[in-house]
């Protein structure tokens, strides 16, 4: 993958909005297609590599790894890993990603309130949204 030029205009205007705009901020953290379902099922608890895999079965290892490394990056998931054969790798929210439950509450909630034909499925799955 070739390096980011960093005197680029849109590296310059990305910079603008991350320092203007909050929002943006959050997004750069927890956007994307993965990342928020990553950190939903990270809210029940701590999680072996492979449960995490089966908790969210369309997602290629590739793009689990690469997300995962991300928001152990930016402090939202702690890695843990045991030096045993085979190896014994653990993920869970850091305090800083735990704070994210009620923004995921938000979003669930939002999605029950202007989904329309998928509002009835997705209030009943609102039952079992993590508690904190």
Known sequence: MA???ETSVIQENK?????????????ERIGGYWKP???FNLLTGTKR???LKK????ITEKMLIQYLKQLDADGLVTRKAKPVVPPYVT???????KKLRPVLYAMAEW??????????????????FPAE
């Open 3 to 5: 390096a980011i030029k």
């Open 15 to 27: 910079n603008n909005a991350f320092s203007n705009c909050p929002v943006t901020f959050v997004m």
């Open 37 to 39: 379902i990553i950190l």
């Open 49 to 51: 590599y492979n449960e």
């Open 55 to 58: 908790s969210i079965p369309t």
């Open 91 to 97: 993920y869970k929210l850091s305090k800083k990603g």
């Open 111 to 128: 999605a029950v309130n202007n989904s329309g034909k998928q509002s009835k499925q997705f209030k009943k799955q609102m039952e079992d």
